[in-house]
């Protein structure tokens, strides 16, 4: 399993991931699920991923491939538009699960994978997309300007509670490290190392981005932070009647 997220506030957007795709009890596996690609002041392109490893690395492989052939009749380097992208690589995942679905049925498992795409074309407003495994997508909303794909249950409530398009881009991307920690303490199915892209609206630039570990300072120090507060705020909570009877 995996958890990956994008965060789309008024200064820009905020990508974040995870690396583990399988947690066994003496087996562990890591890969990065964050592909990000840049043509400097022309458009900005971030792929996370999550499901099935082998198909979400086809679909990754042909984007490449697309990228240096001349004669492709399509790549996300050439499109107008950012949702141009997401049908591509919609269409790419299809394809590649549609190749290998009798043999994944016969074993009783699935090819699926699924998709966040995000970024911005020069002269657009930076987006982002999630793409399901049946090839369709949906953007975010200025209500909810955050998408997540994997196991995103547990990591979703502080994204409820604090994402707003207001929001500034530093606390969206502390927001976003939150989420996962969160999501890492709840299952152990999803895991560092942690990547995290920040992209500044208009920049067309590659986004600033970041791996961390378990023992990176900043990590360490958000984590002990966050759980201090919390600690702080639960004590803090109204007192039932009875309890000043005691």
Same mark, same amino acid.
């Given at each position: ?8 506030? /008024? ?42 490893l ?6 990754? /492989? ?12 399509? /790549? ?17 995942? @299809?394809?590649?699960? @549609? ?6 049925e016969?074993s ?34 200025p209500?909810?300007?955050?998408? @997540? ?6 990591g ?17 991307a ?60 639960? /004590?803090?909570l ?9």
């Amino acid at each position: 399993m995996t958890y990956c997220l994008a965060i789309r506030v /008024n200064k820009g957007v905020i990508f974040a991931s995870d690396s583990r795709t399988n947690a066994g009890v003496d087996y562990v596996t890591t890969y990065s699920k964050m592909h990000r690609f840049s043509w400097p002041g022309e458009r900005t392109v971030v792929i996370l991923t999550a499901g099935n490893l082998a198909t979400s690395q086809a679909v990754i /492989n042909h984007i490449h491939k697309d990228l240096e052939d001349p004669e492709a009749g399509m /790549n996300i380097a050439r499109t107008g538009h950012l949702y141009e992208v997401a049908h591509y690589v919609g269409k790419l995942s @299809q394809r590649e699960q @549609q190749q290998h679905a009798p043999a994944m049925e016969s074993s009783k498992s699935t090819a699926e994978a699924s998709f966040i795409l995000g970024g911005q074309i020069t002269g657009k407003e930076p987006e982002i997309y999630l793409i399901y495994p049946q090839g369709n997508y949906i953007s975010a909303s200025p209500e909810t300007p955050f998408l @997540q794909i994997g196991e995103n249950k547990y990591g979703k409530p502080i994204l409820d509670r604090i994402i707003s398009p207001s929001t500034s881009l530093e606390d969206a991307a502390r927001c976003a490290l939150v989420s996962l920690d969160s999501t890492m303490r709840s299952n152990i199915s999803v895991g560092p190392p942690l990547e995290l892209a920040v992209y500044e609206k208009n920049s067309l630039e590659a986004p600033r981005h970041i791996t961390l570990t378990l023992n990176s300072p900043i990590y360490k120090s958000l984590q002990k932070r966050w759980n201090e507060g919390l600690k702080r705020s639960f /004590n803090r909570l109204p007192r039932f009647d009875w309890e000043d009877e005691k």
